[in-house]
């Protein structure tokens, strides 16, 4: 244990604990100015009551978002202050954008969509509602440009150590930006929509207020019958994309040490289990379908996929997380689209209708248990694409053992150890207090908003 | 061309900073008043006062963090790394202050969370002050970046520095209750103003004297500096400052007005400050124009942020306008 190391862990673990607050505010964000379209639209209560139920819980999950993100801002400095000082003429200004175009944005308008109901009109809450699912989607889009800058760092020269010359639109542009973005974003809505149908679930297990959530249980399908599929499409792309621009990292996440000869396709491992110092698989086995790993990751069944070997053993980086953690978030991706389907199904017959829902008990069940599958598969889309890139910190410019500050073993082990306790505490009565506002369930009667139409 | 940019993303640096001190100063002086109160209504009532807006005020510390970052990378390197332990400190007083807020919201037993929530604000107000208190007390450089030990910020000037901060925080916190509440606990307020400012500016004296003794380096090139005059000037308004902060306190009769001197202090002594470093950012030797991104870097962020920040002050102040006039009861925001 060293202060690289550890610097590593606390990174992971602080970036891991926060990303699971903006997945569900940017998600519910988006959700919130969907049903409030609706509630304006239809004049329907059920809409307005469902924004307001869930915006206790997203208002809950944007606070640990705030006070989680702000850790990451510093931890650059406070640990990677090599990685700092070299990219942060380009790297700084990316989190400087976040900051005041999204960040800002979000949290000003968030006064507005929580306390404003009857302060002002109609319109202006709408509006205020998009501002801030606005500022969470802008938010999540230069968050993950910067972090894609790192995995293909274009049009940015390093000279001595830090920035000397930016190409600003092929440096934000990068190859990585778009996909990323997309994929992230995409999975935002998806964690979101299967965590609010898992809660729905739930209620209609209990058959407590079972009308009010088929409701938002079937919005959630009916956004999932796009989400699901458009996520399985994207994560195909971003594969592929690894492979064009992180040769080394797609090897390392398939665990593949010897390049295909041209002509034969590659074989795809289900489970491996590498040794690096013989530079072999000990154990494998294999999907039967041949060529099957060329295919999926280029597309063609005989295409050459460059093997562990071709690459320097410094630059290789580690086999066993990436590998697996991939296979996993790709299983997940696979059961949503499964759900979905069979929620479709179930709609069709009729299934979801109020007099029938007592019927289907294992349905409410899969579904009910459903509720963390999105940040499960998140979390392991995020160590596959972070472990991937080692060793670098900056993808083929500078290793992540360059990057790190000057800090003591102690120093760092200590915020570490406070991290994970901080954390662990927040994680524990996040869901105590989240089981709380669902025990209380909806609130059906307190009075509607009082618009001030002349403001 | 160079010199111009570097020197204005210094100021808009200023700037930010300067916003967040008198934002989420306000804020922190709140949660740090908790502690010294029993009263469960007029905490509930603080935290309605600041419910809407801390999250919003916070964001100027993370604009202020990546204008130093991106301008000035090295600076944001070096000091982080260098003040690894106050930033630490103040980035979990930050994480309970947060979420001592939420919880406490959906918990009964409040008393806990009160307390969270203003050791909390210590907590971050005291990283603020050693880490301020640190980067003046000279940070060591070597060719490899930061090449002193972790506990170099950890001096007597940066220990009072922070006292002085807590106070001066508190003194925004009650003079902001002050014009937002009426009755018993505007009253308590009032005094509040007053005891607090008696502190801070104790304490504002006995930090630039320790200077004076410590014979920083930074305070003979203060001493020599041009800018005596002007430092002059700003020293005797923030005297007549802190003599109207307490006569309006002490008078009870315009209650907005204890907020405006409090304002006036802080922004006056803020300016003082700024002048004093200017044009180091770390002093006393690293120049802003020395350590600065390139051209392309400082440009961009003109557009990404320069012209964006007008914008974030208009629609800050259109938010604020929706939640004008006096709080009237505790949770009175929250509908």
């Known amino acids: ?455 | 061309m160079h010199e111009f940019l570097a020197d204005f993303w210094f100021f808009a640096l200023a700037f930010e900073l300067f916003m967040y001190v008198i934002l989420d100063g306000m804020d922190l002086g709140i949660g740090v008043w908790t502690l010294f109160d029993e009263n469960e209504d007029h905490i509930s009532m603080g935290l309605s006062v600041i419910g809407p807006f801390w999250d919003a005020n916070e964001t100027w510390l993370v604009m202020a963090g990546g204008i130093l970052f991106g301008a000035f990378p090295a600076v944001y390197a070096i000091g982080a790394n260098a003040l690894y332990i106050p930033i630490m400190i103040l980035i979990f007083g930050l994480i309970f202050r947060a979420v001592a807020i939420e919880f406490r919201e959906h918990s009964k037993n409040k008393r806990l969370w009160d307390i969270l929530f203003g050791s909390g604000s210590v907590a971050a107000i005291f990283g603020q002050g050693f880490a301020i208190g640190g980067l003046f007390g000279g940070i060591k450089i070597g060719p490899g970046g930061f090449a002193g030990s972790p506990w170099d910020f950890f001096t007597p000037f940066s220990f009072i520095l922070s006292f002085g901060f807590i106070f001066g925080y508190m003194m925004l916190g009650a003079s902001y209750m002050v014009a937002k509440t009426e009755g018993e606990i505007q009253r308590v307020n009032y005094t509040r103003v007053i005891i607090s400012s008696i502190f801070a500016t104790l304490l504002t004296i006995i930090s630039l004297i320790l200077l004076h003794f410590l014979n920083l380096p930074e305070m003979k090139m203060w001493l020599s500096s041009p800018d005596e005059y002007v430092l002059t000037a700003l020293y005797i308004l923030a005297a007549l400052a802190i003599l109207m902060i307490i006569l309006s306190a002490h008078a009870e009769k315009k209650d907005r007005l204890p907020y405006f001197w409090t304002v006036f202090l802080v922004t006056d002594i803020f300016i003082a400050g700024v002048v004093e470093v200017f044009p180091y950012i770390v002093p006393p030797n690293i120049k802003a124009v020395e350590v600065a991104s390139p051209n392309e870097s400082l440009i961009a962020m003109m557009i990404g942020i320069g012209m964006i920040v007008p914008v974030i002050l208009a629609y800050n102040l259109y938010v604020k306008k929706h939640f004008a006039g006096k709080v009237k009861k505790s949770g009175g925001y929250y509908e």
């Open chain 1, 1 to 455: 244990m060293n202060a690289l190391f550890l610097s590593r862990l606390q990174f992971a673990v602080t970036t891991a604990f926060h990303m699971l607050w903006p997945l569900l505010s940017i998600g519910l964000s988006f959700m919130m100015v969907i049903l409030e379209i609706a509630w304006l639209g239809t004049k329907k209560e059920v809409y307005y009551r469902h924004e307001r139920f869930w915006s206790k819980i997203f208002f809950l999950t944007f606070g640990i978002g705030v006070a989680s993100g702000l850790v990451l801002e510093f931890e650059f400095g406070t640990n990677w202050a090599g990685f700092s000082q070299t990219a942060g003429g380009f790297f700084g200004n990316i989190l400087g954008f976040e900051g005041s175009m999204a960040f800002a944005l979000e949290s000003a308008f968030l006064a507005l969509f929580i306390f404003g109901w009857n302060r002002m009109s109609k319109g202006a809450h709408l509006v205020s509602t998009i501002m801030v699912a606005f500022g969470a989607s802008l938010s999540a889009w230069w968050i993950m440009d910067a972090n894609s800058w790192m995995q293909t760092p274009t049009g940015v020269k390093i000279v001595n150590g830090s920035v000397a010359y930016i190409n600003y639109l092929q440096a934000i542009l990068n190859p990585f930006a778009t996909i990323s973005f997309w994929h992230m974003w995409i999975a935002c809505i998806e964690t979101t929509i299967f965590f609010v149908a898992g809660i729905s679930a739930y209620y209609i297990l209990k058959d407590q207020n079972t009308e009010f959530f088929l409701k938002i249980f079937k919005i959630s399908v009916i956004i999932a019958i796009f989400a699901t599929p458009v996520q399985v499409y994207l994560g195909d792309l971003s594969g592929k994309e690894v492979g064009q621009y992180q040769p080394a990292t797609l090897a390392a996440m398939e665990s593949h040490w010897n390049t295909n000869p041209s002509g034969i396709g590659a074989t795809w491992h289900l489970i491996a289990i590498p040794e690096r110092s013989a530079e072999k698989n000990i154990f494998v086995i294999n999907a039967p379908v041949p060529g099957l790993m060329s295919f999926l990751d280029t597309g063609s069944f005989t295409a050459q996929i460059r093997g562990l070997k071709d690459f320097p053993a410094d630059d290789r980086g580690p086999i066993i997380l990436p590998f697996y953690s991939f296979r996993l978030m790709v299983l997940i991706g696979f059961i949503m689209v499964f759900m979905m389907l069979w929620a479709l199904w179930y709609w069709f017959r009729g299934n979801l209708k109020y007099e029938n829902t007592s019927r289907h008990r294992w349905f409410w069940k899969i579904w009910y248990w459903g509720f963390p599958l999105g940040f499960i598969a998140t979390e392991l889309g995020w160590i596959t694409r972070e472990v991937g890139r080692q060793p670098w910190i900056i993808y083929g410019i500078m290793r992540t053992s360059q990057g790190v500050s000057n800090l003591t073993t102690s120093q760092v082990l200590i915020t570490l150890s406070a991290f994970i306790a901080t954390y662990f505490v927040l994680f524990v009565l996040f869901i105590v207090f989240v089981r709380r506002i669902i025990k209380a369930g909806p609130d059906l009667k307190s009075p509607l908003p009082e618009y001030h139409e002349k403001r």
